[in-house]
């Protein structure tokens, strides 16, 4: 009978699917009584270009281990579904006018048709997608919780905003420890209770913690929406390329700065990769230093600056803001004006990773102002350079060229003096020093001090006289919400006299309503500016017609959407409970599942999704609605899978391509060619490149030998360099199974590793080899009959299952698939040879090789008369015993030369050993007739007749 894995996967995953084999039991159900094992993979964007080999690779490491799971008698949640709101299907709208639900929802059939062909155990009736009003209904009723709460620093948590309220009432805010807006002023509570509903209501978001505010923001304003730094590459926007600058909006923002510190501490409770962990660890960035305010020479402003170091405040020479500083218009003299806002617009055409990552450029302006020093009471001359971010601290630095190479390239740029706050040592050298061990001369009241003990006294004495306070700091920033889109979620909020109102969560979804055009109006108000239907009733609470707006019961409504991050940061407590109605999650549910077992997913979400997922579990276990307060226990980021790109080489001016071999002194271009043009020997299908583009139909080819060969080259893989693999077409020609254990196969799951589509074919054949061992020998066929014997199998064949299992069960618990496929095959090997077919070893085989390739064993699993899934067969235990050498097989030699072997028990004596030596025929052989000189055995080692 042949191995066609094409019949055989196509009747199991229709079996999977009507016999919902995969679905995982809530409480309440039967089956969940097991323990729980909750395996989940980053939430996946369904682009238009569907699977290449290289996405599946983290679906296939999770499937195997959920598999595992059940073998071992878990409750098993592996759930999918989309991340489906989002620029790209939005982009596509705009060029082409179709709906981008309606090309969403084909990505998304495409993608469940390539995930179902790959033979995934997911749990598919959890399915979400973010773009479902059923879905994001919860999502904006999150964002209305966030709003309608604040962080309390004495508590440690977030807290619903009324509770705030009552304490305005009863005693003002001087007493409030919370995390609010730096410029939020002292009041009473005579006060508050003064202040009218509007001005109450400025105060709040002054705490809530998601708040309107008008923030610096990346702007692209090809595309028409605000960008996040991880959607732009070297100042341009990731898609399209389009220039990005820098602007002030008024957008929402979510205070994730006030869960910094817990941000921090949770790390230390994960069992996450540490690069990840160190990524956070710095994007979060704590530094413990002094907050020290420099009054503004001629004006009342005062300009609050962060060090880590206060013992320099003495080698101060002059201060640098960022260019987008608020004081900056408001401090800056008239006869620099001009430069001052010419050099504004300048910067603002470079993005803050730019200005981050530039360490070389040195450029700014001067205001005209000063600022004083609060000891020496001295005119410090106040810059602005775009080395200083707005974001960052308070947006302000008081520059200590002495002690800061950064501040002492920018002074010897610009011929700024240099005092020397450091006796005896080289200015330049001691910019270098980090932390210099002494502060000495030239420094006041803090001379000849160690480093923390003039720290200490530094913040002391500013303390004492007004000018500052011994702080924490935060590199990181509170998250901007709003993006000029249209393809996200809305948000639940309509605006009173400008100010914002949350809508109930009864009426809830508020849904995104049609639009003819997806672009900014030509006022450039986001494209939701574009809906005629866009206005909440308050008393008929639905959404209504602009021209209904009367200010006084029927309001405009937000025309800002969220971002992509907002539905994917709490998607995994969805899928716990995703079909209830009532609530994001019954209580049940949430208390049995808890958190995410094992999560794979990339690195280059770490300082992105992942960070923010973290702030919203945190929030929402704060309000007492989740169990737990880190979403995730165990992660793991899988490498990626390369192409191998194909080369054609163009020579320049011309239209005629070269092979590789015969370039020598021509000068010439590569250009990227379709993979699929391309043979097993590197050999280019010329008529097919000719007819792949007009401008190469008319192409010249210089041969070597008659063909022209490519040149090769392992990169990203990627549609835009035509080296993808499409996983459809491995499925159809070698199998998924096949599939699922060459991408294994290929190297360690978290390293990078090159796809080479002909090397697939020795795991293709492995599986032919494991299919006729099942089945009686046919010469020159792949198996005869079904056969499997329910006699005893031998020792060899035992020691063969268990060793196997030993390994697989190694390799399994510590993620090491790809040594499991080794092992596989070495076992079917072994077994061959041994020409085993007893059900003995072949029955647990068939359950161990499962995980990897589950359309065979599924297949075989039948054929053994199991009328039971294999998926829940209990995994095979490992014996020791089988390991355990009874006999030893002997080296016999003749004067030192081996000349046969001898299996002998372990446990012979060494009189009964030499006997059956001697017996032996072979021993006889070689004597002929001569009595040895001496027989020498070492029990367990060898056996040596000297003649």
Same mark, same amino acid.
């Given at each position: 009978?042949?191995?066609?894995?094409?019949?055989?996967?196509?009747?199991?995953?229709?079996?999977?699917?009507?016999?919902?084999?995969?679905?995982?039991?809530?409480?309440?159900?039967?089956?969940?009584?097991?323990?729980?094992?909750?395996?989940?993979?980053?939430?996946?964007?369904?682009?238009?270009?569907?699977?290449?080999?290289?996405?599946?690779?983290?679906?296939?490491?999770?499937?195997?281990?959920?598999?595992?799971?059940?073998?071992?008698?878990?409750?098993?949640?592996?759930?999918?579904?989309?991340?489906?709101?989002?620029?790209?299907?939005?982009?596509?709208?705009?060029? /082409?006018?179709?709906?981008?639900?309606?090309?969403?929802?084909?990505?998304?059939?495409?993608?469940?048709?390539?995930?179902?062909? #790959?033979?995934?155990?997911?749990?598919?009736?959890?399915?979400?997608?973010?773009?479902?009003?059923?879905?994001?209904?919860?999502?904006?009723?999150?964002?209305?919780?966030?709003?309608?709460?604040?962080?309390?620093?004495?508590?440690? +948590?977030?807290?619903?905003?009324?509770?705030?309220?009552?304490?305005?009432?009863? $005693?003002?805010?001087?007493?409030?420890?919370?995390?609010?807006?730096?410029?939020?002023?002292?009041?009473?509570?005579?006060?508050?209770?003064?202040?009218?509903?509007? %001005?109450?209501?400025?105060?709040?978001?002054?705490?809530?913690?998601?708040?309107?505010?008008?923030?610096?923001?990346?702007?692209?304003?090809?595309?028409?929406?605000?960008?996040?730094?991880?959607?732009?590459?070297?100042?341009?926007?990731?898609?399209?390329?389009?220039?990005?600058?820098?602007?002030?909006?008024?957008?929402?923002?979510?205070?994730?700065?006030?869960?910094?510190?817990?941000?921090?501490?949770?790390?230390?409770?994960?069992?996450?990769?540490?690069?990840?962990?160190?990524?956070?660890?710095?994007?979060?960035?704590?530094? @413990?230093?002094?907050?020290?305010?420099?009054?503004?020479?001629?004006?009342?402003?005062?300009?609050?600056?962060?060090?880590?170091?206060?013992?320099?405040?003495?080698?101060?020479?002059?201060?640098?803001?960022?260019?987008?500083?608020?004081?900056?218009?408001?401090?800056?003299?008239?006869?620099?004006?001009?430069?001052?806002?010419?050099?504004?617009?300048?910067?603002?055409?470079?993005?803050?990773?730019?200005?981050?990552?530039?360490?070389?450029?040195?450029?700014?302006?001067?205001?005209?102002?000063?600022?004083?020093?609060?000891?020496? +009471?001295?005119?410090?001359?106040?810059?602005?350079?775009?080395?200083?971010?707005?974001?960052?601290?308070?947006?302000?630095?008081?520059?200590?060229?002495?002690?800061?190479?950064?501040?002492?390239?920018?002074?010897?740029?610009?011929?700024?003096?240099?005092?020397?706050?450091?006796?005896?040592?080289?200015?330049?050298?001691?910019?270098?020093?980090?932390?210099?061990?002494?502060?000495?001369?030239?420094?006041?009241?803090? $001379?000849?001090?160690?480093?923390?003990?003039?720290?200490?006294?530094?913040?002391?004495?500013?303390?004492?006289?007004?000018?500052?306070?011994?702080? #924490?700091?935060?590199?990181?920033?509170?998250?901007?919400?709003?993006?000029?889109?249209?393809?996200?979620?809305?948000?639940?909020?309509?605006?009173?006299?400008?100010?914002?109102?949350?809508?109930?969560?009864?009426?809830?979804?508020?849904?995104?309503?049609?639009?003819?055009?997806?672009?900014? /109006?030509?006022?450039?108000?986001?494209?939701?500016?574009?809906?005629?239907?866009?206005?909440?009733?308050? @008393?008929?609470?639905?959404?209504?017609?602009?021209?209904?707006?009367?200010?006084?019961?029927?309001?405009?409504?937000?025309?800002?959407?969220?971002?992509?991050?907002?539905?994917?940061?709490?998607?995994?407590?969805?899928?716990?409970?995703?079909?209830?109605?009532?609530?994001?999650? $019954?209580?049940?549910?949430?208390?049995?599942?808890?958190?995410?077992?094992?999560?794979?997913?990339?690195? %280059?979400?770490?300082?992105?999704?992942?960070?923010?997922?973290?702030?919203?579990?945190?929030?929402?276990?704060?309000?007492?609605?989740?169990?737990?307060?880190?979403?995730?226990?165990?992660?793991?980021?899988?490498?990626?899978?390369?192409?191998?790109?194909?080369?054609?080489?163009?020579?320049?001016?011309?239209?005629?391509?070269?092979?590789?071999?015969?370039?020598?002194?021509?000068?010439?271009?590569?250009?990227?060619?379709?993979?699929?043009?391309?043979?097993?020997?590197?050999?280019?299908?010329?008529?097919?490149?000719?007819?792949?583009?007009?401008?190469?139909?008319?192409?010249?080819?210089?041969?070597?030998?008659?063909?022209?060969?490519?040149?090769?080259?392992?990169?990203?893989?990627?549609?835009?360099?035509?080296?993808?693999?499409?996983?459809?077409?491995?499925?159809?020609?070698?199998?998924?199974?096949?599939?699922?254990?060459?991408?294994?196969?290929?190297?360690?799951?978290?390293?990078?590793?090159?796809?080479? /589509?002909?090397?697939?074919?020795?795991?293709?054949?492995?599986? +032919?080899?494991?299919?006729?061992?099942?089945?009686?020998?046919?010469?020159?066929?792949?198996?005869?009959?079904?056969?499997?014997?329910?006699?005893?199998?031998?020792?060899?064949?035992?020691? /063969?299952?268990?060793?196997?299992?030993?390994?697989?069960?190694?390799?399994?618990?510590?993620?090491?698939?790809?040594?499991?496929?080794?092992?596989?095959?070495?076992?079917?090997?072994?077994?061959?040879?041994?020409?085993?077919?007893?059900?003995?070893?072949?029955?647990?085989?068939?359950?161990?090789?499962?995980?990897?390739?589950?359309?065979?064993?599924?297949?075989?699993?039948?054929?053994?008369?199991?009328?039971?899934?294999?998926?829940?067969?209990?995994?095979?235990?490992?014996? %020791?015993?089988?390991?355990?050498?009874? $006999?030893?097989?002997?080296?016999?030699?003749?004067?030192?030369?081996?000349?046969?072997?001898?299996?002998?028990?372990?446990?012979?004596?060494? =009189?009964?050993?030499?006997?059956?030596?001697?017996?032996?025929?072979?021993?006889? =052989?070689?004597?002929?007739?001569?009595?040895?000189?001496? #027989?020498?055995?070492?029990?367990?080692?060898?056996?040596?007749?000297?003649?």
């Amino acid at each position: 009978m042949k191995y066609d894995h094409n019949a055989i996967e196509a009747k199991w995953q229709q079996h999977w699917k009507e016999n919902k084999t995969f679905e995982a039991k809530n409480p309440g159900s039967e089956g969940a009584d097991k323990p729980k094992y909750y395996v989940l993979d980053m939430f996946p964007y369904p682009s238009g270009a569907g699977l290449h080999v290289g996405h599946p690779l983290g679906y296939i490491a999770s499937d195997i281990y959920a598999r595992y799971k059940r073998h071992r008698g878990f409750n098993v949640l592996h759930p999918m579904g989309y991340d489906s709101f989002g620029l790209p299907a939005e982009q596509y709208a705009i060029q /082409t006018g179709q709906h981008p639900a309606i090309t969403t929802e084909t990505n998304i059939k495409r993608y469940r048709e390539q995930l179902d062909k #790959i033979g995934f155990s997911f749990d598919w009736s959890r399915e979400v997608r973010t773009s479902d009003p059923d879905y994001y209904k919860w999502t904006q009723w999150i964002f209305t919780r966030l709003f309608n709460s604040w962080y309390n620093n004495d508590t440690d +948590k977030a807290e619903d905003i009324e509770t705030l309220i009552r304490k305005f009432e009863n $005693s003002g805010n001087a007493g409030v420890h919370a995390v609010c807006d730096s410029d939020t002023g002292t009041f009473t509570a005579a006060q508050w209770q003064a202040f009218t509903d509007d %001005e109450k209501q400025k105060i709040l978001l002054k705490y809530r913690l998601t708040y309107l505010a008008e923030t610096e923001v990346n702007w692209c304003p090809a595309l028409g929406t605000v960008l996040a730094n991880d959607e732009i590459v070297n100042g341009v926007s990731e898609r399209g390329g389009y220039p990005v600058i820098r602007k002030k909006m008024t957008q929402w923002s979510m205070r994730i700065t006030a869960y910094a510190q817990r941000l921090l501490e949770g790390l230390d409770r994960v069992d996450w990769p540490q690069p990840l962990k160190d990524a956070q660890t710095n994007w979060i960035g704590r530094s @413990e230093g002094a907050e020290v305010r420099f009054k503004v020479k001629g004006s009342d402003h005062e300009i609050p600056v962060f060090t880590t170091r206060p013992d320099t405040i003495f080698g101060v020479s002059f201060m640098t803001l960022a260019p987008e500083h608020e004081l900056v218009p408001e401090i800056t003299t008239p006869g620099q004006k001009e430069a001052v806002e010419a050099y504004i617009e300048a910067t603002a055409r470079r993005s803050e990773r730019d200005r981050m990552s530039d360490v070389k450029t040195i450029s700014g302006v001067f205001t005209g102002a000063y600022a004083e020093h609060p000891f020496t +009471k001295e005119p410090v001359p106040v810059w602005i350079g775009d080395y200083v971010l707005a974001g960052y601290g308070t947006g302000a630095v008081m520059a200590v060229p002495c002690g800061d190479q950064r501040d002492y390239d920018f002074a010897r740029h610009f011929n700024i003096p240099i005092p020397n706050i450091f006796e005896n040592t080289d200015i330049s050298e001691a910019a270098h020093s980090e932390k210099n061990g002494t502060v000495i001369a030239n420094s006041g009241f803090l $001379s000849g001090l160690p480093y923390e003990e003039a720290t200490q006294k530094a913040i002391a004495q500013l303390e004492a006289i007004g000018a500052g306070k011994g702080r #924490i700091n935060y590199r990181l920033r509170d998250a901007v919400f709003s993006r000029q889109r249209y393809w996200g979620e809305p948000f639940p909020v309509y605006y009173i006299n400008g100010l914002p109102q949350m809508i109930a969560a009864e009426h809830l979804p508020v849904r995104l309503p049609e639009v003819e055009k997806y672009l900014p /109006t030509e006022t450039g108000e986001p494209p939701l500016g574009n809906a005629g239907t866009w206005a909440w009733d308050t @008393e008929k609470n639905k959404v209504v017609s602009n021209d209904l707006i009367d200010h006084k019961t029927i309001f405009p409504l937000e025309l800002n959407t969220m971002p992509g991050w907002a539905g994917s940061s709490w998607y995994f407590n969805r899928y716990m409970d995703a079909r209830n109605e009532n609530v994001f999650a $019954s209580r049940d549910a949430l208390d049995y599942w808890k958190d995410v077992d094992l999560y794979i997913g990339g690195s %280059e979400h770490a300082t992105g999704h992942l960070l923010y997922s973290r702030f919203w579990q945190k929030f929402l276990f704060d309000k007492g609605l989740l169990p737990v307060d880190e979403f995730a226990r165990k992660l793991i980021n899988q490498g990626m899978i390369l192409g191998m790109s194909a080369f054609v080489y163009r020579v320049k001016g011309s239209n005629t391509f070269v092979s590789k071999n015969r370039i020598e002194d021509r000068e010439t271009e590569p250009i990227h060619a379709d993979v699929t043009f391309i043979n097993a020997s590197d050999e280019l299908d010329i008529e097919a490149f000719k007819n792949w583009r007009p401008e190469f139909r008319d192409a010249e080819f210089i041969l070597e030998d008659g063909k022209y060969i490519v040149g090769r080259e392992v990169e990203k893989m990627s549609k835009s360099k035509y080296n993808v693999v499409n996983p459809d077409d491995i499925c159809e020609q070698y199998g998924a199974d096949t599939l699922r254990m060459y991408e294994m196969f290929l190297g360690p799951l978290d390293q990078a590793k090159p796809w080479n /589509t002909a090397g697939i074919t020795g795991v293709h054949g492995f599986l +032919k080899k494991l299919w006729k061992l099942y089945h009686s020998p046919l010469e020159g066929g792949q198996g005869g009959d079904f056969y499997v014997s329910d006699e005893s199998a031998s020792k060899e064949s035992l020691k /063969t299952l268990h060793k196997t299992i030993k390994k697989v069960i190694e390799d399994i618990e510590n993620f090491s698939f790809n040594t499991s496929v080794s092992s596989f095959m070495i076992a079917v090997n072994e077994l061959t040879a041994q020409q085993c077919n007893s059900r003995e070893v072949l029955e647990p085989l068939a359950i161990i090789i499962s995980p990897y390739a589950p359309h065979i064993a599924e297949e075989l699993w039948q054929k053994l008369g199991h009328k039971e899934s294999v998926a829940f067969a209990p995994f095979p235990e490992f014996e %020791e015993k089988h390991l355990v050498e009874s $006999s030893k097989e002997y080296p016999v030699s003749f004067n030192g030369k081996m000349r046969f072997k001898l299996e002998l028990p372990l446990d012979m004596p060494k =009189e009964e050993m030499e006997d059956a030596v001697m017996a032996h025929e072979k021993t006889q =052989e070689q004597l002929q007739g001569r009595t040895p000189k001496k #027989i020498i055995i070492v029990p367990g080692k060898i056996i040596n007749i000297v003649g």
